[in-house]
């Protein structure tokens, strides 16, 4: 099967083309994920914005964390992406996008004032605006990405993610997908990765990048924790942690490593430092779909949990006695290593 073209062979972009972020932070939203990226070093948002990457395009951020623009002239360049003024342009969503149609008067989000009315531009308004024109949607952070904390059940405002709103096989105007990249917040470096290689698409010097059925990048959310935690030495010898501060497997405090999809206990948090289990706090699942509602009450023992500590019980507590016998021996230096009169090696001449 034929590759798909990328946006700038279908488009032919020119090397001097600069490229909008429209960064709309504008969701139900702690601003956590703008924060986090600003901790990103592979690369950092710094080398992204200022062009020091080899092959990236040029990058004009919109981004209310880093612009030095602001109020109506920050909030022109959103305007101009409206109206197709810029091209091409990649809008970034942060936060969970509430349902404005289900109630009869105010605004659950807002983000700039429309000049005709003097009122708040919601972030579906927003949305519905910018998506004909837009080159890409990336969803930053669960909210964004599939509702997240804002769109628990019994909340009043209909939260839900992009995908949720725009629809699954949305595509844009270059034919690309919807691009997930959850976490509460999300892992910085992955933002910035994901970041980077949409821009090298659009250069041409990357294929479609590669996403997974929620739409996440692949190569990002293939592994789930467990695969990837410290403490699974710990877990494979059934010796669990019975409370807080102890370096054994967390499984019984609440942890949902095993079934959940995320690279922060091999990638850490930042520089590699951290990664959640590794450090000693449970995996919450914060970077699933199904996060929260499918894994409260947090520090609960997971269902299955109980069931898999206890069927690796047996093997766990064996093998853990063997090794223990093992590591005695393979802790000993061997006995020819002393002085004496004789040599004790078994070396034959
Ligand atoms: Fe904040 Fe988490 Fe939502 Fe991001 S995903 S906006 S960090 S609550
Ligand atoms: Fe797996 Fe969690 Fe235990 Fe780590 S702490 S080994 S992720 S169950
Ligand atoms: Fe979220 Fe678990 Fe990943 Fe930590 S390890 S970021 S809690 S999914």
């Not at 450090?279 to 509602?293: E, K, Q, R, V």
Request: net charge negative; proline share 9%; glycine share 12%.
């Amino acid at each position: 099967m034929a590759r798909m073209m990328t946006p700038k062979e279908a488009k032919g972009l020119s090397d001097e083309t600069v490229v909008h972020v429209l960064w709309l932070n504008a969701g139900l939203s702690c601003d956590g994920d703008s924060v986090s990226l600003t901790n990103a070093r592979l690369p950092s948002i710094e080398d992204i914005a200022l062009g020091t990457i080899p092959g990236l395009p040029k990058v004009a951020f919109h981004w209310p964390l880093i612009d030095y623009q602001v109020g109506e002239e920050f909030i022109e360049w959103f305007w101009k992406g409206a109206r197709g003024e810029i091209d091409p342009f990649v809008v970034v969503i942060e936060g969970s996008i509430a349902n404005e149609r289900i109630k009869t008067e105010g605004y659950w989000t807002g983000f700039g004032n429309d000049p005709l009315t003097g009122q708040p531009v919601t972030l579906m308004e927003w949305i519905d605006k910018l998506a004909p024109n837009a080159t890409a949607m990336v969803a930053a952070g669960t909210c964004a990405t599939y509702g997240g904390i804002h769109a628990m059940q019994g909340n009043p405002t209909g939260a839900m993610g992009l995908a949720d709103y725009l629809g699954p096989n949305w595509r844009s105007k270059a034919g690309l997908p919807i691009v997930n990249v959850p976490g509460c917040p999300v892992q910085p470096d992955n933002m910035a990765e994901t970041l980077t290689y949409l821009l090298h698409q659009l250069a041409g010097k990357a294929p479609m990048i590669p996403l997974d059925e929620e739409l996440r990048p692949a190569w990002l959310f293939g592994k789930t924790v467990h695969e990837g935690c410290d403490r699974a030495g710990y877990y494979e010898q059934a010796d669990f942690a019975n409370d807080y501060g102890s370096p054994k497997c967390l499984v019984k405090l609440g942890c949902w490593g095993p079934v959940i999809k995320c690279n922060v206990p091999k990638r850490g948090w930042m520089d590699g430092i951290g990664g959640c289990p590794n450090i000693g706090g449970i995996c919450m699942a914060c970077t699933m779909p199904g996060f929260p509602d499918k894994f409260m009450p947090f520090m609960d023992e997971p269902p299955g949990a109980a069931v898999s500590t206890r069927a690796i019980a047996p093997y766990g507590n064996l093998i853990r006695s063997l090794r223990a016998i093992t590591k005695h021996t393979a802790d000993k230096e061997p006995k020819w290593r002393a002085p004496s009169t004789t040599l004790r090696t078994g070396y034959r001449p």
